[in-house]
Antibody
Framework: EVQLLESGGGLVQPGGSLRLSCAAS????????MSWVRQAQGKGLEWVSG????????HYADSVKGRFTVSRDNSKNTLYLQMNSLRAEDTALYYC????????????????WGQGTLVIVSS | DIQMTQSPSSLSASVGDRVTITCRAS??????LNWYQQKAGKAPNLLIY???NLQSGVPSRFSGSGSGTDFTLTISSLQPEDFATYYC?????????FGQGTKVHIK
């Protein structure tokens, strides 16, 4: 069974940093692209970042470019999201999701999703 | 970025009703359109990929259609477990973008 387990969320002050992790199991992690998608309370879904499974590297939404860094450790089956210079508008539930990537850096659909980890940016 | 607009934002329906949700893209996206269901307090779940392909394990009462800029998700006979929020998502270009969601309420 494919499982994705996020961790690392919490309360952080504006300007602070946080690192999220997503531990994957039940599939060959290195063969797949992975993404982070966030959802503010009562709001819709926003793709944040993705990391190719075919060598095309990381991609970011404009809203986080230069502040967030996505990485992966295929030996540990884990995806990370380093979040720096956090803002109140980054407050959300952060999901990781396995991502179908038909060609390098082209992120298609997301399946499955983890249960999310909550990030709150507040003073 | 490609903007995705869903209509309606919410709807009320009864068990057994046929329900249709529409998604419109700001630019043509061929058939690169996916649908998700999200129940309260849960993660989204993929229903339909590439506009009309039913994801494994998803009941056949769900179907998707459309291409270009206009797409439809149809639930042929609404069941109690279908009351949820539905999102469309384009995968034609990066960044992938989602519609604002359609919440299906019990009438």
């Amino acid at each position: 069974e494919v499982q994705l387990l996020e961790s690392g969320g919490g309360l952080v002050q504006p300007g602070g940093s946080l690192r999220l992790s997503c531990a994957a199991s039940g599939f060959t992690f290195s063969n797949y692209a992975m993404s982070w998608v966030r959802q503010a309370q009562g709001k819709g879904l926003e793709w944040v970042s993705g990391f190719s499974g075919s060598g095309a590297g990381p991609h970011y939404a404009d809203s986080v470019k230069g502040r967030f860094t996505v990485s992966r450790d295929n030996s540990k089956n884990t995806l990370y999201l380093q979040m720096n210079s956090l803002r109140a508008e980054d407050t959300a539930l952060y999901y990781c999701a396995r991502t179908y990537e038909p060609s390098n850096g082209w992120f298609n659909w997301f399946d499955p999703w983890g249960q999310g980890t909550l990030v709150i940016v507040s003073s | 970025d490609i903007q995705m607009t869903q209509s309606p934002s919410s709807l009320s329906a009864s068990v057994g009703d046929r329900v249709t949700i529409t998604c419109r893209a700001s630019h043509t996206i061929s058939s690169y359109l996916n649908w998700y269901q999200q129940k309260a307090g849960k993660a989204p779940n993929l229903l339909i990929y590439a506009a009309s392909n039913l994801q494994s394990g998803v009941p056949s009462r769900f179907s998707g259609s459309g291409s270009g800029t206009d797409f439809t998700l149809t639930i042929s006979s609404l069941q109690p477990e279908d009351f949820a929020t539905y999102y469309c998502q384009q995968s034609y270009s990066t960044p992938p973008t989602f519609g604002q969601g359609t919440k299906v309420h019990i009438k």
